[in-house]
């Protein structure tokens, strides 16, 4: 079963420090789209970052890089330079193809980030 | 109006009327999505349409109706929820290519759910 795993449910981080959110995924199929959204306390899922399975170079973003590990069935969210306005919760999703429907995600359970000045 | 509006974006209800949310896209796009986000729980994808279809309802229970007239209005129609539907309702709006492409849906601000 298609499945994706966030084992951080809160993280800390320094202002202008890196973090890194981990995410692993499980599926068995061949093709398949791994994203990161952010939800800041107003509600509101903001889209941060995808990287295809067939990518063979780490997305990125501005701030954000993708670490893609495809053995490992990992993809980590790196931000570097964390700003204040990064605290927030995130969320890894995995898109299939279920249904005929593309667009399907699956979500984690999500991380909760904290950004201390 | 640009994204994905939704309203209302805060919703109190007994659990024997009957409601409607709304949501709607200015994107272009040919996707539509609802949404549940529980509290300590994973988002759950409720519904699906596709080109005005509805191709995935993942086992929502009747009490929840799906309505999408048009590629850029959705509605989820409420009738005698129970208090463990207390949660936010996402609305989510996507384009969907050639199989093998996957594109970012966009969200609205959600509809904050009470029943009471």
């Known amino acids: 079963a298609q499945k994706i795993t966030q084992t951080q449910p809160g993280m800390f981080v320094q202002e202008k420090e890196a973090v890194t959110l981990d995410c692993t995924y499980d599926?068995?199929?061949?093709?398949?789209?791994l994203f990161w959204y952010k939800q800041p306390s107003s509600g509101e899922m903001i889209f941060l970052i995808y990287?295809?399975?067939?990518?063979?170079q780490n997305a990125t973003e501005g701030r954000y890089s993708l670490n893609f590990q495809k053995a490992r069935k990992s993809a980590n969210l790196v931000i570097s330079a964390s700003q204040l306005g990064d605290s927030a919760m995130y969320f890894c999703?995995?898109?299939?193809?279920?249904?005929?429907?593309?667009?399907?995600?699956?979500f984690g359970k999500g991380t909760k980030l904290s950004v201390k000045p | 109006e640009t994204g994905v509006t939704q309203t209302p974006r805060h919703l109190v209800m007994g659990m024997t009327n009957k409601k409607s949310l709304k949501c709607e896209q200015h994107?272009?796009?040919?996707?539509m999505y609802w949404y549940k986000q529980s509290a300590k729980k994973p988002l759950e994808l409720m519904f699906v349409y596709n080109f005005k279809e509805q191709t995935e309802n993942n086992s929502v229970p009747s009490r929840f109706s799906p309505e999408c007239p048009n590629s850029s209005h959705l509605f989820l129609h409420l009738h005698t929820l129970q208090p463990e539907d207390s949660a936010l309702y996402l609305c989510?709006?996507?384009?969907?290519?050639?199989?093998?492409?996957?594109?970012?849906?966009?969200f609205g601000p959600g509809t904050r759910l009470t029943v009471l």
């Open positions: 994107l272009g796009h040919n996707a």
């Open positions: 989510a709006s996507s384009q969907e290519d050639s199989p093998g492409s996957y594109n970012e849906q966009f």
């Open positions: 999703a995995m898109g299939m193809n279920y249904g005929g429907s593309q667009g399907n995600l699956i």
């Open positions: 990287q295809g399975s067939y990518d063979e």
């Open positions: 599926t068995s199929d061949q093709s398949y789209g």
